[in-house]
């Protein structure tokens, strides 16, 4: 019944709600959604306004959906993202006008919204309309917000709850079954370096008997020791000539 009043509500504020609702975006990209980012299709065609309307994403928890003050001005201490979501239950960040979110779509251009990308200024106070990193998985809800200056004119239906991926711990990760054990993992290490060690110690001899080799065929023997013999010279005297 409260969802029934919602758009009486709105109007009774002259607040224009559109039907449209937020939702995933269904291009074939990794990582819609990560432990801390979500990707969501851009709202083309949603708003007709004039083009000096300033878009925002409100990112809030279920529980603050209901009671979510549209009012509420961006980067406000109630809508920081520093404190979201320990005191602060919604906050409104990437903001931008119609200018970019135009009706014709260029063939094979991608039009989505990373929600979580900044990680700069997940910290930083001065930021507080940082689309900085989702501290949990959720779930979370989100909407569009048009704001001409200050004023609310138009928003549109919050989307269906989003929940973020959550790391596996390594003790869930199972190790048996189809998968190696850890005893298997832990022996195959350890065979695969006795293996490194081997095979370095056989190039090491290899290299080393390699040396002895060269070295061995480069000597050369000792040449033989050449003896000269003696010889005794005669002298020879002149004999006296024969007589005749």
């Known amino acids: 019944m409260f969802l029934l009043l919602l758009p009486l509500l709105a109007m009774a504020h002259g607040l224009d709600v559109r039907p449209y609702k937020p939702k995933l975006s269904t291009a074939s990209l990794g990582g819609l959604t990560t432990s801390s980012t979500f990707t969501l299709e851009q709202p083309r065609c949603v708003f007709n306004l004039q083009e000096d309307v300033v878009i925002w994403l409100v990112v809030?928890?279920?529980?603050?959906?209901?009671?979510?003050?549209?009012?509420?001005?961006?980067?406000?201490?109630?809508?920081?993202f520093q404190k979201f979501p320990t005191s602060v239950f919604a906050y409104m960040t990437l903001n931008t006008t119609l200018l970019n979110y135009p009706c014709h779509k260029p063939p094979r251009e991608i039009t989505v919204l990373r929600v979580g990308s900044e990680t700069s200024c997940a910290k930083d106070n001065t930021r507080?309309?940082?689309?900085?990193?989702?501290?949990?998985?959720?779930?979370?809800?989100?909407?569009?917000l048009a704001l001409n200056d200050s004023n609310p004119v138009a928003e549109t239906a919050w989307s269906d709850?989003?929940?973020?991926?959550?790391?596996?711990?390594?003790?869930?990760?199972?190790?048996?079954?189809?998968?190696?054990?850890?005893?298997?993992?832990?022996?195959?290490?350890i065979l695969s370096i006795l293996f490194a060690i081997?095979?370095?110690?056989?190039?090491?001899?290899?290299?080393?008997?390699?040396?002895?080799?060269?070295?061995?065929?480069?000597?050369?023997?000792?040449p033989e020791a050449?003896?000269?013999?003696?010889?005794?010279?005669?002298?020879?005297y002149n004999q006296p000539a024969a007589r005749l």
């Open 60 to 80: 809030a928890v279920p529980k603050a959906v209901p009671s979510f003050n549209n009012s509420v001005m961006p980067g406000s201490p109630k809508t920081a």
């Open 128 to 144: 507080p309309t940082c689309n900085g990193p989702l501290p949990g998985p959720g779930p979370y809800q989100v909407k569009f």
């Open 161 to 189: 709850p989003i929940t973020l991926r959550t790391a596996r711990q390594l003790s869930s990760i199972p190790t048996t079954g189809s998968g190696r054990s850890a005893g298997m993992i832990a022996l195959t290490s």
């Open 198 to 222: 081997l095979l370095a110690s056989l190039v090491a001899m290899l290299v080393f008997c390699g040396s002895n080799a060269y070295s061995g065929s480069s000597s050369f023997s000792k």
């Open 226 to 236: 050449v003896t000269v013999q003696r010889y005794n010279t005669h002298h020879v």
